[in-house]
C-alpha cells in the first residue's frame, strides 16, 4: 500500500526523496503540497500522523475525518502548547485522547563514571472517533 507524506517545504521535500531512495521506501509518494488543501487530491486515510502542522490541525483533522470517518490519528508534540491544543482538539471532535510520553536519555562520560542525560520528552497523542472504537 502506498504511504503519502505532505510536506510544502523544499529543503524537507528534498530530505523526504533522499530519504525515500536510500530506506528502498519506494510505496511513499510525496504530495508537494501544504495540509490541508493538499489532503484533497489524495485517497481516502486509514491512519494520518501528524509530526507538525503550523496552527492548521483542527482544519487537518476535519480534513482527514470528512474523507474517512474511522480514521486513526498520531500528532507529535515537543511543546506543552501543542499538546493541550491537539488534546482540546481531539476532544472537540469527538475523540478521547490517547497521550504517551516517551523521555529518552543519553549518556555522557563524567570521569570514571557515564551520567544519563535527559533529552526533551516528545509527547504521542492518538485517537480515532468514539463510536467507531
Known amino acids: 500500500s502506498p ?4 510536506e510544502y517545504k523544499g529543503e524537507a521535500c ?4 533522499a530519504n525515500r531512495e536510500r530506506f528502498g521506501a519506494y510505496n511513499l509518494v ?3 503540497g501544504r495540509a490541508p488543501a493538499a489532503l484533497a487530491d489524495l485517497p481516502a486515510p486509514d491512519g494520518v500522523f501528524i509530526g507538525g502542522s503550523e496552527g ?3 482544519p487537518i483533522l476535519e480534513a482527514a475525518l470528512s474523507r474517512n470517518p474511522a480514521v486513526r490519528f ?4 515537543i511543546a506543552v502548547e501543542t499538546l493541550g491544543v491537539a488534546v482540546a482538539a481531539f476532544t472537540q471532535l469527538g475523540m478521547s485522547p490517547q497521550i504517551t510520553q516517551i523521555t ?7 570521569g570514571e563514571r557515564n551520567l544519563m542525560l535527559g533529552q526533551n520528552p516528545v509527547w504521542i497523542i492518538t485517537g480515532q472517533k468514539e463510536a467507531l472504537l
Open 56 to 58: 492548521e490541525l483542527i
Open 104 to 110: 529518552v536519555a543519553r549518556s555522557r562520560r563524567a
Open 3 to 6: 504511504v503519502y507524506a505532505v
Open 14 to 17: 528534498a530530505l523526504i526523496r
Open 74 to 77: 498520531c500528532v507529535t508534540a
Open 30 to 32: 510525496l504530495a508537494e
